[in-house]
């Protein structure tokens, strides 16, 4: 069966429902037995709402079958998922490898309550060959974190490669994989041991919905199970039957998403006010080979490095955009544009004018470059 056919498919069961396509919102804390034997019995499919209804299950299903993994879990945001999975294979006295162009709330996880567990965390460039990560791997060193392209630089990693040397070395491997979704990159299949999504960004697409989803392989599916039960991470009927909505039409969202981000980013390329356009789809970006070896599409972000200029002039131009929100996250069907504040530890890319995050949503591109060239005539005004 093909993606596009399992996004329609996987996770629904009318006849378990009266017929209905969707699945229903099953609202349940306390799920009731009939009989003492039942209550206790370990046959028992639903036994207390926190851990799962047929809700959550069919999604469950669903993502997994998308990523080819063993288990999925759900989490109440994309961070919670990001949080879990690493404590799900890291113990005290452990040494995790992570990227260093991480989302920057995960790295702030490890720099503080997994620091104080006694978990040390060092970071790698996102340049870095199996070679040079092999040389950071300590004795201790028990996990290595992927997010590939990095976030706000969008830097597409060796994740085939990374995933080879740490896996050799008897790493767990993870991976960020929210830009792409499993429809345009698989990471169980290129190497990883557990995915990671949140499901917020294109999963939801409406941008009304915070969740996270965690797969894993065979070799990781009890241990994340027994930290997401020890954990009690839940999320709701209602958030786990509009995710399943949304990714009822991620397939033909992503498509416009790409198709008008890709005209967005060749049109800003060419504008003199843009010093560089962050996007792996671009065929001159430096990631560009490695994207098309590991990922069958792009989504819809990317980043735009502008030329030398004041604050004020920045702000003068996404101030007045009419159609691109200033707003955290992406991945829903609206327009977004944010100026985007990086860490970086170890080297590589670092803009020297002000760098912006965009989000093409579903609106006709024309208009959306319409808006654009508006803005960089507001910006050069305040030149
Ligand atoms: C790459 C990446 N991972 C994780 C997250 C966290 O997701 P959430 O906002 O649902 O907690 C984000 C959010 O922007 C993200 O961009």
């Known amino acids: 069966m093909k993606d596009k056919t399992r996004l329609i498919h996987a996770g629904r069961h009318p006849r378990e429902h009266i017929g209905a396509v969707n ?3 099953y609202r349940a804390s306390t799920i009731l037995h009939p009989t003492m034997a039942d209550l206790e019995g370990a046959t028992l499919r639903y036994g207390y709402g926190r851990r799962g209804t047929p809700t959550t299950r069919g999604l469950e299903e669903l993502v997994c079958a998308l990523e080819g993994g063993s288990r999925t879990v759900l989490t109440p945001s994309g961070l919670s998922a990001c949080t879990a999975a690493l404590l799900a294979v890291l ?5 995790l490898l992570m990227t260093d162009t991480v989302y920057g709330p995960t790295r702030a996880f490890c720099r503080g309550p997994l620091a104080r567990f006694g978990i040390e965390t060092s970071c790698y460039p996102a340049t870095a060959t199996a070679a040079e990560l092999e040389a950071l791997i300590r004795p201790n060193t028990r996990a290595l974190y992927l997010e590939s392209p990095g976030s706000g630089t969008f830097e597409v990693q060796d994740v085939p490669a990374l995933a080879a040397a740490a896996r050799a070395r008897g790493l767990a491997v993870l991976m960020d994989n929210t830009w792409a979704t499993p429809l345009y990159c698989k990471p169980l299949a290129l190497g990883a041991d557990i995915s990671i999504a949140a499901a917020t960004k294109y999963f939801v697409g409406h941008a009304d919905v915070l969740i996270g989803t965690i797969t894993a392989n065979e070799a990781y599916a009890k241990r994340l199970l027994a930290l997401h039960g020890a954990m009690g991470l839940y999320v709701s009927g209602d958030d786990a039957y509009l995710t399943q909505r949304g990714m009822r ?3 033909v969202r992503l498509a ?3 198709e008008t981000a890709l005209k967005m980013a060749g049109w800003l390329k060419a504008r003199p006010e843009v010093a ?3 996007y792996p789809a671009l065929d001159d970006d430096p990631g560009h080979s490695l994207w098309k070896r590991d990922f069958t599409g792009a989504s819809g972000l990317f980043g735009v490095e502008l030329n030398p200029a004041p ?7 996404l101030d007045g955009y009419e159609l691109f929100g200033m707003g955290w996250s992406w991945g829903g069907y609206e327009s977004l544009c944010v100026p985007t504040k990086i860490e970086r530890t170890e080297g ?5 004018g002000p760098l912006l995050r965009y989000h ?6 024309d208009d959306l470059i319409a808006d654009l060239a508006a803005g960089f005539e507001r910006f050069n005004a305040k030149l």
């Open 360 to 365: 093409a949503g579903l609106e006709d591109a």
């Open 348 to 352: 590589g890319y670092r803009p020297a």
């Open 311 to 317: 604050k004020a002039a920045v702000a003068a131009m």
């Open 276 to 278: 560089r356009v962050l």
């Open 91 to 95: 113990d005290a006295g452990d040494h």
């Open 256 to 258: 416009r998403h790409q």
């Open 23 to 25: 699945v229903p919102v």
């Open 249 to 251: 039409t991620m397939d």
